[in-house]
Every structure is written in structure tokens, then in C-alpha cells.
């Protein structure tokens, strides 16, 4: 016999309850990741993609339970420039770590530098402003 709970005149199936609001295969759960790989695939569509390593390495981590509930996370865990992208940056200077000099191209003519000035990066918040679509 399942366990079971009684209040008053309403018996509760705990483990039919469990499985339909704790389970990540039950309709809570399925619901949930519906969710959540909807705003993946928007996100993936909004965010820069000079290399598209951000891009790919978005996703949609495994279920997770707290005493609050089922929950999902949406992100990058790989990628370290990720906050950066999706937060903006201040203007920062940019010293180089394995070597003396740095070298890039800029428009057609080979520069090197010791340190350069990076104006900041605007915002792109990929993640939050797409998080409507899990309503």
C-alpha cells in the first residue's frame, strides 16, 4: 500500500504527489524544462557571436530540488567572459600576461602595445531579458 496522508476527508498519495511536483519527468518538471529551453533558444539568438564559443556554450543545466522547489539554470558555466557580455564592463586597461608586448591589426597596420585602454562593454542581457518567454 502506498503511503499515504489523511487531512479531514482528503487522502494525499505522497508518492503520486511527489512525482508530479518533484519529478523531473513528471509535468511539473517537463513544464519546467519547456521553459527553459525557451529561453535558451532565445537567448542563444540575441547574444554576440564574433566566435560564437558563447553562443555555443549556453545551456540548460539538469533538474535541481531545494526546499523551495524544482528549479533549472540557464547559463554558461565553460565560458569566463560570459558575466562580462551579459553584466557590460567599465572602461579598464588591458596589460598583457604571458608575454612583454601585445600584437593585434587595426585597421590594416600591425600594432604592438604594453597596456591599451578598453573603452568598456556595453551590456547584452541575453539571459534576463528573455526570461518573460517562462511565463
Not at 489523511?6 to 519527468?25: H, Q, R, T
Not at 535558451?40 to 531545494?66: D, F, M, P, Y
Amino acid at each position: 500500500m502506498a503511503p499515504t496522508a489523511k487531512f479531514g476527508k482528503i487522502i494525499w498519495n505522497e508518492p503520486a504527489l511527489d512525482y508530479l511536483l518533484k519529478s523531473p519527468v513528471g509535468p511539473v518538471g517537463r513544464d519546467l524544462s519547456k521553459r527553459g529551453n525557451k529561453v535558451l533558444a532565445a537567448a542563444r539568438i540575441q547574444v554576440g557571436v564574433n566566435t560564437e564559443n558563447l553562443k555555443k556554450s549556453l545551456k540548460v543545466t539538469a533538474h535541481n530540488r531545494s526546499v523551495r522547489g524544482q528549479f533549472i539554470k540557464v547559463g554558461s558555466t565553460t565560458v569566463k567572459y560570459a558575466l562580462a557580455h551579459h553584466e557590460g564592463t567599465r572602461p579598464h586597461i588591458i596589460t598583457p600576461k604571458r608575454a612583454q608586448v601585445m600584437v593585434f591589426e587595426s585597421k590594416g597596420s600591425v600594432i604592438y602595445a604594453t597596456r591599451v585602454k578598453h573603452p568598456g562593454t556595453k551590456a547584452n542581457r541575453y539571459l534576463s531579458d528573455n526570461l518573460y518567454l517562462a511565463l
